[in-house]
């Protein structure tokens, strides 16, 4: 039995019910049409060929793996500038820090904010690695968009689809978390939502979703790997360290995420992890990070992968 409706079912979504002007541009698709909703420019059968995102310089996607590492927060200049030698040194391709952080206790450290943005720019002079940061709200968008190379939509804002259109509009390359809770169609129309406002540059990033299981953070679902890689053109990478919330965890599910085909990682890297601010449990410190990044170079040579060492 179909369930289309017909055109006698009322609907709401119609010129004459919003009142808009007659001859109004009105482009919103009727819910009736589920080809038109759903998504269309993310979708590998619409664009075959694998996008390769552009950061400052930096390729997400592609043969070569994109290695993301940072300390969870942006907390002092030492602190930053030590992580971004460091991941230069040990063959990180992008800095990450987070200036605007979304704890869930409002009595935790939120992060530095403008002076925050400042030391990433900054440490991108230092280190020659382009600079990735999460922004929360318009004000954060524009202040980043000024500083960062690339804004990071995390977990907790994924459905948030005014921030989605605000990145979107900076023109600035996208770093997409999955939301917590999102299904792999939900994470795909928010990307959506990112290319349906003019940018292309997009990389959907696999964090961990919320499963029964208790012995981790979070569930890192690397089942949406190839998943993704087949239903979208867009790079996919993942985060161990938010996806297990255990710093012995964080290697060997870096190895599995690229096994699985991603095209990069994103690693928290603390110098001190004992006295990081944020997330230092789940964060590598720099030696772990140097193993983790030589053992990634031999994962990716089995898959057919490169590991570029350029800082080095
Ligand atoms: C982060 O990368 O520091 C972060 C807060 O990630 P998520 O949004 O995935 O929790
Ligand atoms: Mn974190």
Do not use: W
């Not at 299904?183 to 979703?209: K, P």
Request: glycine content about 8%; aromatic content about 4%; hydrophobic content about 40%.
């Amino acid at each position: 039995m179909s369930h289309k409706p017909t055109s006698r079912v009322p609907d709401p979504l119609t010129e004459e019910h919003l009142s808009l002007p007659a001859g109004s541009h009105f482009e919103v698709e009727r819910e009736s049409d589920s080809d038109k909703l759903a998504p269309v420019r993310v979708l590998r059968r619409n664009h075959p060929s694998d996008t390769i995102v552009a950061v400052r310089g930096v390729a997400v996607g592609g043969q070569e793996l994109a290695i993301v590492a940072g300390p969870c927060a942006v907390e002092t200049p030492q602190q930053l500038i030590a992580a971004a030698e460091h991941a230069a040194a040990s063959g990180a391709h992008l800095l990450r820090g987070g200036a605007f952080k979304l704890r869930t206790s409002p009595y935790a450290f939120a992060g530095l904010g403008e002076a925050g943005l400042k030391l990433l720019s900054e440490a991108r002079k230092i280190s020659g690695l382009p600079v990735v940061t999460e922004v929360v709200d318009e004000e954060s968008v524009l202040l980043a968009a000024a500083h960062v190379d690339m804004l990071q939509i995390g977990t907790r804002n994924m459905h948030n689809y005014v921030l989605l259109k605000q990145a979107a509009a900076t023109g600035k390359p996208i770093l997409l978390k999955r939301g917590m809770a999102a299904t792999m169609s939900e994470f795909l129309q928010a990307a959506e939502y990112i290319l349906a406002a003019g940018n292309s540059q997009v990389v959907l990033c696999e964090r961990g979703i919320r499963t029964f299981s208790d012995f981790t953070r979070n569930t890192l679902d690397l089942n949406i790997v190839p998943a993704l890689k087949q239903m979208t053109h867009l790079p996919v990478i993942t985060d161990p360290s938010h996806g297990t919330g255990r710093r012995d965890l964080v290697i060997p599910m870096a190895r599995a995420s690229v096994a699985a085909g991603a095209d990069g990682v994103l690693i928290e890297m603390h110098p001190d992890p004992e006295r990081a601010l944020s997330d230092g449990y789940q964060s590598l410190d720099p030696d772990e990070f140097s193993e983790l990044v030589d053992s990634l170079a031999r994962v990716a040579s089995a898959v057919g992968r490169t590991v570029s060492r350029r800082g080095q």
